[in-house]
């Protein structure tokens, strides 16, 4: 069994909570809690991983990561 990681971005709405993994395209959730939202993501990325070993595919691994806010003027 190998690790991996990879870096996952959690956005919170009125709807609740939304989650993605920038390195693997098309590899999000959602979730009512910041808790259901980070299992369902873990489990996305685990079958994310385990499609792309049976297909032969690369799997990604960032070298860096960095998250800014940024406040515009318009």
Request: charged share 25%; aromatic share 10%; glycine share 6%.
């Amino acid at each position: 069994m190998s690790i991996y990681k990879f870096s996952v971005i959690t956005e919170k709405n009125v709807e609740g909570y939304f989650a993605f993994c920038p390195e693997l395209q098309g590899c999000y959730t959602q979730g009512d809690t910041y808790e259901e939202v980070m299992a369902n993501i873990k489990d996305a990325i685990a079958l994310h991983i385990e499609d792309r070993m049976e297909n032969g595919e690369e799997i990604p691994q960032p070298d860096s990561v960095s998250l800014t806010l940024m406040e515009v003027a318009v």
